[in-house]
């Protein structure tokens, strides 16, 4: 008798539990699984493997002969499929949420033309107006963030089934997602408060 490391034995996603090993006499079974560790291309003992087999018995059937590796992929498949969908669901959203961002901007910059033209005309340095108006821009999106985060956290305990090994609220996760919107907030707010601050002040009191 003895006792052995927790190993999953049905499914990746469902922790370790407790099992009992008995004899095949005690406990037959239409079928077997043979766990053999060898050195170098697992692939390349296949036949090996199958001869070792038939020597003990010329007549039992030997199939489906893959390494560890394979098998284990093709357990995770399905899970890579999913993350395949969400990683691309949100590259698309993040991509939308940042031209969102830029169009917003941009039209708020257009409606306040004439401001950012008194600004600079009674000598406003164009430095100031970018970051008024990126200011502005992230404050805005941080309210999005807040709001964001907090419905990610409660969301989150139904992924639960669909990770391995991974906390749904994992630190470094959320802490580098935040990062990345706030980057993209920032891209979005810049580019039109840049243009903004370009604006030649007697054609926008012109244009008024």
């Known amino acids: 008798m003895g006792v052995l490391a927790n190993m999953r034995e049905r499914s990746l996603q469902r922790p370790p539990e407790p099992s009992v090993y008995l004899p095949v006499a005690q406990a037959p079974t239409r079928s077997r699984t043979l766990v053999a560790r060898v050195s170098g291309d697992a692939a390349a003992f296949a ?21 560890m590796t394979a098998l284990i992929d093709g357990g995770a498949s399905p899970f890579r499929i999913i993350a395949s969908l969400m990683l691309a669901f949100a590259v698309v959203s993040l991509l939308l949420g940042g031209v969102g961002i830029y169009g917003v901007t941009s039209y708020t910059v257009g409606r306040r033309a004439n401001e950012i033209g008194i600004r600079l005309a009674i000598g406003a340095e164009r430095a100031s107006v970018v970051r008024l108006i990126v200011r502005e821009g992230m404050l805005r999106a ?12 409660l969301l989150s ?29 920032f891209l979005g707010a810049y580019l039109p408060a840049r243009r903004a601050a370009r604006l030649d002040p007697v054609r926008a009191l012109a244009s008024d």
């Open 142 to 153: 941080s309210l999005g963030l807040a709001v964001g985060l907090g419905l990610a956290l």
């Open 157 to 185: 305990r139904a992924l639960r089934s669909l990770l391995v090994n991974v906390s749904p609220t994992d630190p470094w996760t959320f802490g580098s997602v935040i990062l990345l919107l706030a980057l993209v907030t």
């Open 47 to 67: 036949d090996a493997l199958q001869t070792a087999v038939w020597t003990v018995d010329a007549e039992q059937p030997v199939y489906e002969v893959q390494p």
